[in-house]
């Protein structure tokens, strides 16, 4: 699959997702994310970082081809896709695609390496370079092992075929400090020895200063700031980057207790799509 040379890896076009026909999400989103870029995507619990992610995986349908794209690809409606494997998507839950069933959680009695060799396909090398990077035993039993164990048998199967697009959902929050910080040095060399693009939403910020190259923040389905982090002004005048997202959450947290209780809601406003049959719903956001 090829790109058009100095186009974006992401492109999200005034895309609108609601999961009720009462309050959307993402109204009008718009972002870019060029390539080989590592962009952390940063934001409360609640803000849509999770949303957005299956959205960019596909895992969602919006209206409109062109609304998200991912390597010049509708990101939902052209399947090909996924099934390149230039799309990688690594969320919180351990699941596995079967036929129309859709995402299935993986469970049972399996060795890890019963897992990893049973991926098909896959650059003897590559599976040899990432188990020894996760530190994996091929012995591990999958109903035995810690949840960081589980953790990491999961990342290396979906790491395996190399990709042009990664997108980490939380995945490192159950790695030690020393799984984590060699996983994103092997993050960064995918980027800069093959052009990968990586978006990473995380709460954890610690040592990503000098490992990101772009931030993306955002509140109640809105994109508030998209910057590369060496421009990124508030960082110059804070210790780490941890402090910047912190002041800007706390933020978020004043402008809610001032709200009045009785405050009316503030209504979007229309869009064309609003009376069409097409409008994403939460009957449309079904996982392929």
Not at 201 to 220: C, K, N, P, R
């Amino acid at each position: 699959m090829k790109m058009e040379e100095g186009s974006d890896s992401i492109q999200v076009n005034g895309m609108q997702f609601s999961y009720d026909a009462q309050t959307p999400l993402f109204f009008d989103f718009n972002l870019k994310i060029s390539p080989r870029s590592r962009c952390l995507l940063v934001g409360a619990n609640g803000s849509g970082k999770t949303t957005l992610l299956r959205i960019l995986a596909g895992k969602h349908m919006v209206g409109g081809r062109d609304a998200v794209r991912v390597l010049n690809f509708s990101a939902f409606h052209d399947t090909n896709l996924v099934c390149s494997g230039d799309l990688a998507y690594l969320g919180e839950s351990w699941s596995k695609t079967v036929g129309s069933a859709g995402e299935l959680p993986l469970q049972g009695d399996f060795s890890a390496e019963h897992m990893i060799f049973g991926v098909e396909g896959v650059d003897p090398v590559r599976r040899e370079q990432l188990i020894e990077l996760l530190d994996i035993d091929l012995h591990w039993r999958m109903h035995k092992v810690s949840d960081g164990q589980r953790r990491r048998v999961q990342i290396c199967m979906g790491l395996l075929h190399p990709y042009k697009v990664l997108l980490l959902d939380e995945v490192t929050v159950d790695l030690d400090v020393v799984a984590r910080m060699d996983l994103l040095e092997f993050f960064k060399q995918e980027c800069e020895q093959r052009g990968a693009t990586i978006v990473y939403a995380t709460h954890i910020f610690d040592g990503l200063e000098t490992w990101a190259t772009d931030l993306v923040y955002v509140q109640d389905g809105l994109l508030k700031k998209s910057h590369k982090l060496s421009e990124l002004k508030e960082l110059k005048d804070n210790r780490n980057l941890l402090s910047v997202v912190e002041s800007w959450l706390r933020s978020e947290t004043k402008i809610e207790k001032k709200k009045p209780l009785n405050s009316t809601p503030q209504v979007k406003k229309s869009s064309p799509f609003d009376n069409s049959p097409f409008r994403s719903s939460r009957h449309m956001s079904h996982y392929r």
